[in-house]
């Protein structure tokens, strides 16, 4: 492409936009991203979520939305509290505070660490912890339930959990509006910059971006040789998920209904001429975090699969694409439609639908 003062006019500044956006905005994206993977090590700040609501309608005595409050935290208590261990979490957490107390800039520290873990506890992280885990009224189901049984305002507006959830949401909200003014550069810039290189070379199909966006990628179902003398075949089967049954465990059970079905073969007209049903199948389409549950179609644009997940091997794929590794795992769609139609019994939707033998 011939470099005109036209061109170096329209494109000239599209690295350099670039460049200014995200060193500009480095420093906010380092802040969310600690708080993303801290927050996610205390779990029982979760809690936290529905509270507003609560707190809003406690301040308005509007007696429906305090009882519609209510629900939407019991709900949120009953799924968080069934497989829920606090000395893990207790651990967890003291190790995640004070990671973020180390790593993060004093700018995006929020104020609990210094109004109550310096001057209540003299710095000490474990101590304000442990006494979090003692006092807040979310440390156990009972407490909760008991709590939510007669809310009062104050008692959850000085909740630990509470102080401590406001504390690090004010400091996200002011890290994402920083980040966010470097947004137009950010995307004028890396649009230009595509522009540039399309009209560079007009010949060349340029790869598509994957992030947010549709996009088709092509591969073929094959298996896969990982190292020396292992092969992985391009499908599983019923009796696969049957032969890793352990009872209780949360990976692994499964409902006896499935295990009979599969003893019996009754696989209806979803089961393999050769007398298996077939569970999941791999590609080599190239894929990435955000396509789960993709259709995976054939030459004739039929429904065969969806794309859920990615083998081992090929972590590597956000960087490069390597063909002899590269696999993507597909759930097959005779296995999603005997689920529905003889499993679970549905048939009538299945019905609804144009199958292809």
């Known amino acids: ?63 429906q939305k305090i009882s519609d409050a209510v629900d939407q935290i019991k709900k949120n208590g009953n799924d968080f509290f069934k497989d829920y261990n606090p000395p893990t ?126 996009r088709l990628s092509y591969g073929t179902v094959q298996d896969y040789d990982p190292r020396d003398a292992v092969t992985y075949k391009y499908y599983t089967t019923l009796q696969g998920v049957v032969d890793k049954y352990k009872p209780g465990d949360y990976e692994f059970d499964v409902p006896k209904r499935l295990i009979d079905l599969n003893n019996k073969k009754e696989f209806g007209r979803y089961g393999s001429s050769k007398g298996y049903m077939p569970v999941c199948f791999l590609t080599t389409n190239d894929i990435t975090g955000g396509n789960s549950g993709s259709p995976v179609m054939n030459g004739n644009g039929e429904l065969i699969g969806l794309a859920f997940d990615g083998n081992w091997e090929s972590m590597s794929g956000d960087i490069a694409y390597e063909p002899e590794l590269q696999r993507t795992i597909v759930v097959d769609i005779r296995y999603v439609l005997w689920i529905m139609d003889v499993y679970s019994g549905a048939k009538h939707l299945v019905d609804e639908m144009t199958i292809v033998q």
């Open 1 to 63: 492409m011939v470099v005109t003062p036209e061109r170096k006019a329209k494109y000239g500044e599209a690295l350099n936009m670039i460049k200014t956006a995200i060193e500009g905005r480095a420093e906010y994206y380092n802040a969310l991203q600690y708080l993303n993977e801290c927050l996610q090590g205390c779990e029982l700040l979760s809690l936290n979520r529905g509270v507003a609501g609560l707190v809003t309608a406690l301040k308005a005595k509007d007696n």
């Open 89 to 214: 979490d207790n651990k967890s957490m003291k190790a995640m505070l004070k990671l973020y107390r180390a790593d993060v800039p004093a700018k995006f520290i929020p104020d609990f660490y210094l109004n109550v873990v310096d001057k209540k506890f003299k710095g000490n992280i474990d101590k304000f912890v442990d006494d979090m885990f003692a006092k807040s009224l979310f440390a156990s189901e009972a407490k909760l339930s008991a709590f939510l049984s007669k809310p009062v305002l104050k008692t959850l507006e000085s909740d630990p959990v509470c102080l401590t959830s406001a504390s690090f949401n004010k400091v996200a909200g002011e890290a994402s509006n920083g980040l966010s003014q470097f947004d137009a550069g950010l995307n004028t810039g890396r649009r230009l910059w595509i522009a540039a290189l399309m009209e560079m070379v007009p010949e060349k199909t340029q790869y598509p971006d994957a992030n947010f966006s549709m």
